[in-house]
């Protein structure tokens, strides 16, 4: 079965740091555009960060710039998101999700369910004294 597994959410206090992690089961994510996305209870995805196949590309989100650095490993097949400096509203369940087609020197952080066409089931983020 293909899929995405995110892992390294933790409760952190303000200012803090984590690793998220990506990484692909049974898919071959090194070709593939990948987006991290976050999402609070009853509210739609927010783009965070993404990367395009081969790593030349980069996009975040205003709120995340500077604090957050988005980067892979494709020989691994995973993809890293570095979050620091933490503040409270950065809580949220975090999902990476890899974007069609494949190859693209682009990508995207505006969450489409069509485009986004695998994703995992998150990590949660919590930032909280």
């Known amino acids: 079965q293909l899929q995405l597994v995110e892992s390294g959410g933790a409760l952190v206090q303000p200012g803090g740091s984590l690793r998220l992690s990506c990484a692909d089961s049974g898919f071959a994510l090194n070709a593939y555009s990948v987006g991290w996305f976050r999402q609070a209870p009853g509210k739609e995805p927010e783009g965070v960060s993404c990367i395009s196949s081969s790593g030349g590309t980069t996009n975040y989100g205003d709120s995340v710039k500077g604090r957050f650095t988005i980067s892979r490993d494709n020989v691994k097949n995973t993809v890293y998101l570095q979050v620091s400096s933490l503040k409270p509203e950065d809580t949220g369940l975090y999902f990476c999700?890899?974007?069609?087609?494949?190859?693209?020197?682009?990508?995207?952080?505006?969450?489409?369910?069509?485009?986004?066409?695998?994703r995992g089931q998150g990590t949660q983020v919590t930032v909280s004294s």
């Open positions: 999700a890899a974007d069609w087609p494949p190859y693209t020197a682009f990508c995207s952080i505006v969450y489409d369910k069509g485009r986004h066409f695998i």
